[in-house]
């Protein structure tokens, strides 16, 4: 069956540096456009960025400018490099396609604070 499994996250202080990973396994992933959400505590899940099979990437205005995403065909994953983070970037970061066709995996959490 299908599974997503993100992994990286972790405290770090105000205007740091995290980079997250997600493997996705059975699906056929080159041909996926895969998206990363986050979930902070009492709000919705938000999609805050995605990248196409063809590396075309958007991003939610909240992030944009810091937080950068790519893709590894080859190794079935998809990254989320986060720079000069925020307290309110705190949240659970979770993979998905931008249909959220995926099931969802247990996410990462993010903290951010001094």
């Known amino acids: 069956q299908v599974q997503v499994v993100e992994s990286g996250g972790g405290l770090v202080q105000p205007g740091g540096s995290l980079r997250l990973s997600c493997v996705a396994s059975r699906i056929i992933f080159r041909l996926t456009t895969m998206g990363w959400y986050r979930q902070a505590p009492g709000k919705q899940r938000e999609l805050v960025a995605d990248?196409?099979?063809?590396?075309?990437?958007t991003y939610a205005n909240s992030v944009k400018g810091r937080f950068t995403i790519s893709r590894d065909n080859s190794e079935n994953t998809v990254y989320l490099q986060m720079n000069t983070l925020k307290p309110e970037d705190t949240a659970v970061y979770y993979c998905n396609t931008p249909s959220r066709a995926l099931p969802w995996g247990q996410g990462t959490q993010v903290t951010v604070s001094s």
């Open positions: 990248i196409s099979t063809g590396g075309i990437t």
